[in-house]
């Protein structure tokens, strides 16, 4: 078999892995914390480490790689997600399993910053387009079992096993990749941005520190407080940085186009509103509703098979229609469906989530690929893979600072919901008592065991009912919350998003008619 061939199967193992470690981690979290003992923000760290890095390495990887070549990062990338693998398998406390599921982040950036570019060199013509559609397939391919694999591997073998899967397939992707994959590297690149690497990464991981801790340190302590001047100072400076630097990792220029900017918005709250609603929706199903991993995972199905169903149609769509409609209605069924969830009540079953499933899992379907061809598509050709970088980039941030922001609200308020749904029954005293200052850990946790014989029999009971009712209300409003990020999205998208603004029609006479331009790619 020819080598390109060979070099499309490696990255497209590798991408699998990388994403699907994304999505099959959600399902197994109430298990990792059974099994662990772990806190609602060791949960949340399960998520946000992996993202972090995954986020802050992605640029610079991607420099490093035009550097000292995309085949070497690639493979480097390989052994660092399966090495990080192996490690969160054998992890036997919450820090153990965040620490390398962050160094999972960094394997997974080196991976992803380098696939589009290894297959790019490896393909031309038609091939090419055929490689790239094999690639989206399996990216949506990742997406759409994750959640069930997942339930499968956690019920069957344990949670464990969801990391040690990763190991032999590593070890079979390094292999071809050394073998088979021919190296390439951008003769013009001069050197990595290290000063932005470290403003980046430094302000992004302190600003999702304090959204995850200030409820237990208080919002208005001087921890907290000191956190978050230190991310905005890092972060303002990263901006700055990127400005004085003759090869910065994220072109500020990119933005001047209303289109690019669209197109990063759109993926930031795509990922800030539904995606990062996954980790409630499996505490949901599994600490509420009872559900085993493999249950869980089954009823994710309308989402993530509807979304690889439309993803296609997106595609072939994006032709004959504006873009913008396509991510500006995507995120508006968004809205619509989070909008939806907030109809849960304490007594509700899993089948008042199944139009919402259908309606976020057609918006998904409809966003992805015209979203991933306008961060492209926009920009000049040498450009592309910083854009494409950049909208990655965009995501993951968009997904740990979701996660982070939206947990604060839902620690709050599920606490406060509970303590108010006790009291009518008068064992509000004994279970504050019982949980020694524990409350909202226990409570975001869904660890309601942990109480053990500290409470009476009649407390146990009705914590249980006035649990459910704080979980109600912490949840129905973070989905609230989430579908106003949505349809602030979808806003962007409608408004930003032009047609003018893409590359490939720049050249286009100014007496070209609207219609025309709205049957072409860009929209």
Same mark, same amino acid.
């Given at each position: 078999m020819d080598r390109k061939w060979w070099t499309l199967i490696a990255v497209c193992v590798a991408i699998f892995m990388l994403l699907l470690d994304i999505t099959v981690v959600n399902v197994a979290l109430p298990e990792i914390r059974r099994s662990?003992?772990?806190?609602?923000?060791?949960?949340?760290?399960?998520?946000?480490?992996?993202?972090? =890095?995954? &986020?802050?390495?992605?640029?610079?990887?991607?420099?490093?790689?035009d550097l000292l070549g995309r085949r070497r990062i690639f493979t480097i990338g390989l052994v660092v997600f399966s090495g990080a693998s192996?490690?969160?398998?054998?992890?036997?406390?919450?820090?153990? #399993?965040?620490?390398?599921?962050a160094v999972q982040g960094v394997g997974g950036a080196m991976m992803f910053a380098t696939s589009l570019a290894l297959i790019a060199e490896a393909f031309q013509g038609r091939d090419r387009g055929t490689a790239f559609g094999v690639f989206g397939a399996v990216t949506g391919a990742a997406v759409a079992v994750g959640?069930?694999?997942?339930?499968?591997?956690?019920?069957?073998?344990?949670?464990?096993?969801i990391f040690f899967v990763n190991v032999p397939i590593g070890v079979v992707a390094v292999? !071809?990749?050394?073998?088979?994959?021919?190296?390439?590297?951008?003769?013009?690149? =001069?050197?990595?941005?290290?000063?932005?690497?470290? =403003?980046?990464?430094?302000?992004?991981?302190?600003?999702?520190? &304090? #959204?995850?801790?200030?409820?237990?340190?208080?919002?208005?302590?001087?921890?907290?407080? =000191?956190?978050?001047? &230190?991310?905005?100072v890092l972060l303002v400076a990263f901006v700055l940085v990127e400005h004085a630097q003759k090869r910065p990792m994220l072109d500020l220029a990119l933005f001047r186009r209303p289109a690019f900017t669209g197109a990063s918005l759109?993926?930031?709250?795509?990922?800030?509103?539904?995606?990062?609603?996954?980790?409630?929706?499996?505490?949901y199903l599994q600490n509420v509703l009872d559900y085993s991993p493999l249950q869980a995972g089954l009823r994710f199905l309308p989402t993530t098979l509807l979304?690889?169903?439309?993803?296609?149609?997106? %595609?072939?769509?994006?032709?004959?229609?504006?873009?913008?409609l396509l991510l500006g209605s995507g995120l508006v069924l968004i809205g619509i469906a989070l909008l939806l969830m907030t109809t849960l009540t304490s007594t509700s079953t899993w089948t008042v989530l199944i139009v919402p499933f259908v309606l976020a899992g057609t918006g998904v379907g409809l966003v992805n690929p015209p979203l991933a061809a306008t961060a492209v598509g926009v920009v000049p050709h040498e450009r592309s893979g910083m854009a494409s970088g950049i909208n990655a980039t965009f995501r993951q941030v968009g997904i740990a600072t979701g996660v982070a922001g939206l947990g604060a609200v839902f620690q709050h308020v599920i606490t406060t919901g509970t !303590?108010?749904? #006790?009291?009518?029954? %008068?064992?509000?005293?004994?279970?504050?008592?019982?949980?020694?200052?524990? #409350?909202?850990?226990?409570?975001?946790? %869904?660890?309601?065991?942990?109480?053990?014989?500290?409470?009476?029999?009649?407390?146990h009971v009705a914590l249980e009912h006035a649990y459910r009712v704080g979980f109600a209300e912490a949840f129905t409003t973070i989905a609230a919350i989430a579908a106003?990020?949505?349809? !602030?999205?979808?806003?962007?998208? +409608?408004?930003?998003?032009? %047609?003018?603004? +893409?590359v490939a029609y720049a050249s286009r006479p100014a007496e070209a008619s609207e219609p025309e331009a709205a049957m072409s790619p860009a929209g």
């Open positions: 662990l003992h772990s806190s609602f923000s060791d949960l949340q760290w399960v998520v946000d480490a992996y993202s972090l =890095t995954l &986020a802050a390495f992605l640029l610079t990887s991607g420099a490093l790689a192996a490690a969160c398998g054998l992890s036997g406390s919450p820090l153990m #399993l965040n620490l390398a599921r959640p069930v694999l997942g339930g499968v591997i956690t019920t069957g073998l344990g949670w464990e096993w292999i !071809v990749t050394l073998r088979k994959v021919v190296e390439s590297r951008d003769p013009g690149a =001069t050197g990595v941005d290290w000063a932005g690497l470290v =403003t980046f990464s430094g302000g992004l991981f302190l600003l999702v520190y &304090a #959204l995850v801790q200030g409820n237990a340190k208080g919002w208005g302590s001087t921890e907290i407080v =000191t956190m978050l001047a &230190a991310a905005l759109v993926a930031l709250t795509l990922a800030a509103s539904f995606f990062s609603m996954f980790l409630y929706l499996t505490l979304s690889f169903a439309v993803a296609p149609v997106a %595609g072939r769509l994006s032709v004959r229609m504006p873009v913008r !303590v108010s749904a #006790l009291r009518p029954g %008068g064992h509000a005293g004994e279970v504050l008592a019982g949980a020694h200052g524990q #409350l909202t850990t226990i409570l975001s946790s %869904g660890s309601l065991n942990a109480l053990g014989h500290q409470i009476s029999h009649a407390g106003v990020i949505a349809l !602030v999205g979808a806003l962007a998208g +409608f408004t930003l998003v032009r %047609g003018k603004d +893409f």
